[in-house]
């Protein structure tokens, strides 16, 4: 594999998939971020075995194919990079060597077959949020989210969809919190987003 791309494209996107990175874990893939190609574009992907983040960013791809990186070592290189454009190319022996400027460094990868699956969305519906809404809504419930796994249903927030009307409610049992906002939407939904 190997592709060059945007060094401030590829930092942002590492720091959003590494939220979903496992911090220790017993298999050393989920420690780390997976990276294909795809096209003109590479794909970066996070997952602890319950939260997935799956991220794209613009590359020129010279060779297709995929590895694992180590999510703490590949954002440390990306932040010592020294240029605005920075080029990863890894080996069949999964030696992987990131060059950006004059910086160079080279890290071993981990094949890509020992990441685990990640979950597919078996069900299409959708709907759009204005951001700024949601991220407001978020904050001003995500308090009263219980942080004892004595009833996991309770650290998360639930997500009430019914028509126009999108509902957050968190509760931890001594405390409740409840937002509401008008949204454009037909049906309904309800699913608990964990707080993570």
Do not use: W
């Not at 060059?4 to 590494?18: D, F, K, P, R, Y």
């Not at 009430?160 to 037909?186: F, P, Q, S, W």
């Amino acid at each position: 594999m190997k592709f060059s791309c945007n060094t401030q494209a590829l930092g942002e996107a590492v720091m959003n998939v590494s939220r979903a990175v496992s911090g220790k874990s017993a298999l050393p893939a989920l420690e780390g971020i997976l990276i294909a190609t795809d096209g003109d574009k590479i794909i970066l992907s996070g997952y602890d075995l319950e939260i997935a983040i799956k991220t794209t960013v613009r590359a020129t791809v010279a060779e297709e194919g995929c590895a694992v990186l180590s999510a703490k070592l590949f954002g440390e290189m990306i932040r010592k990079a020294d240029s605005e454009s920075i080029t990863l190319n890894v080996d069949e022996k999964q030696a992987a060597v990131i060059t950006a400027g004059n910086s160079k460094f080279s890290i071993m990868a981990i094949d890509a077959n020992d990441y685990p699956e990640l979950p597919a969305i078996s069900d299409n519906r959708s709907i759009e949020i204005d951001c700024e809404m949601l991220k407001s809504m978020v904050e001003q419930t995500i308090f009263a989210v219980s942080t004892s796994e004595t009833r996991p249903v309770h650290t998360g927030i639930l997500f009430e969809i019914e028509d126009e009307n999108l509902r957050l409610i968190a509760v931890d049992g001594y405390r409740l919190a409840i937002r509401n906002e008008k949204i454009n939407n037909t049906g309904s939904m309800r699913f608990i987003i964990p707080a993570k």
